[in-house]
C-alpha cells in the first residue's frame, strides 16, 4: 500500500530563517507530487506540483521553493521566512495512470508558525 | 477558469441530523469531482468521488450525486455523529496532471 509522509509536523522559526519541508511518498513510483498551503481559516493554495524529477510548475509567486532530487521525495524551501509564509503546508500526491487524473491522497502536513 | 463554490459555514447540528452541504462548480471539459474531510490538526482524507455525470459517490454513510445540468455536487448524509465534526471541501479536476481546484471548506459541528 502507499503512504505519504510530512515532517516535521511542527515548527516555529523567526522571520528571515531559512526553510525545508520534506515529503515522501512509499509504495508507488513516478508519482505526481504537490505542495499546498493552507492559511488559517481558508481554503487550500496549490503553490507546486511535479510530475517527474527536477521538474516543478509553480502555481504562485512567493518566497518559496520546491524541488524533486527523488522521484519520491519533494522539499519545499525557502531562503528568508515572512510572517505570511505561516500556515497549514499540505504535501499529495497521485497516481500516475494513463492520461487520466486520478484522485490525490494527501500527507498529514506540516504546521509552520513565523514569528 | 474551474472554479467551486461551496456553502459557508460553520453548520452546526445536533447529533442524527440531516447533513447537506451544498456544492456548485464551474468548469470546461468534462471534471472528476471530490469531496475531502479535515479532522482537526490533520490532513485531508478522500471522502468520496465521481469521475462522471450521474455517478454517485458514497462512504461512511455520505454521498454525493454528480449533476451536470446543474453542475451540482451536493455532500449528504442521513444521521450525523459528533465524530463527522471536520471541515469538508469540495474541489474538481480537469487537468492531466490531477491539479485540484478546492472550494472553500464548510465546517461542520456536530453536537450531542
Known amino acids: 500500500s502507499q503512504t505519504i509522509h510530512q515532517w516535521p509536523a511542527t515548527l516555529v522559526q523567526p522571520v528571515g530563517s531559512p526553510l525545508s519541508l520534506e515529503c515522501t511518498v512509499e509504495?508507488?513510483?513516478?508519482?505526481?507530487l504537490y505542495w499546498y498551503r493552507q492559511a488559517a481559516g481558508r481554503g487550500l493554495q496549490l503553490l507546486f506540483y511535479?510530475?517527474?524529477?527536477?521538474?516543478i510548475s509553480s502555481e504562485v509567486p512567493q518566497n518559496l521553493s520546491a524541488s524533486r532530487p527523488q522521484d519520491r521525495q519533494f522539499i519545499l524551501s525557502s531562503k528568508k521566512l515572512l510572517l505570511s509564509d505561516s500556515g497549514f503546508y499540505l504535501c499529495?500526491?497521485?497516481?500516475?495512470?494513463?492520461?487520466?487524473?486520478?484522485?490525490?491522497?494527501f500527507g498529514p502536513g506540516t504546521r509552520l508558525t513565523v514569528l | 477558469g474551474d472554479s467551486v463554490t461551496q456553502m459557508e459555514g460553520p453548520v452546526t447540528l445536533s447529533e442524527e441530523a440531516f447533513l447537506t452541504i451544498n456544492c456548485t462548480y464551474t468548469?470546461?471539459?468534462?471534471?472528476?469531482l471530490f469531496w475531502y474531510v479535515q479532522y482537526p490538526g490533520e490532513g485531508l482524507q478522500l471522502l468520496l468521488k465521481?469521475?462522471?455525470?450521474?455517478d454517485k459517490g458514497s462512504n461512511k454513510g455520505f454521498e454525493a450525486t454528480y449533476r451536470k445540468e446543474t453542475t451540482s455536487f451536493h455532500l449528504e448524509k442521513g444521521s450525523v455523529q459528533v465524530s463527522d465534526s471536520a471541515v469538508y471541501f469540495c474541489?474538481?479536476?480537469?487537468?492531466?496532471?490531477?491539479?485540484?481546484?478546492f472550494g472553500a471548506g464548510t465546517q461542520v459541528v456536530v453536537t450531542p
Open positions: 474541489a474538481l479536476t480537469t487537468d492531466s496532471w490531477g491539479k485540484l481546484q
Open positions: 511535479s510530475v517527474g524529477i527536477g521538474q
Open positions: 499529495a500526491y497521485t497516481q500516475t495512470s494513463g492520461t487520466l487524473p486520478d484522485t490525490q491522497y
Open positions: 465521481a469521475t462522471k455525470a450521474d
Open positions: 509504495g508507488t513510483s513516478n508519482p505526481n
Open positions: 468548469a470546461t471539459g468534462y471534471p472528476s
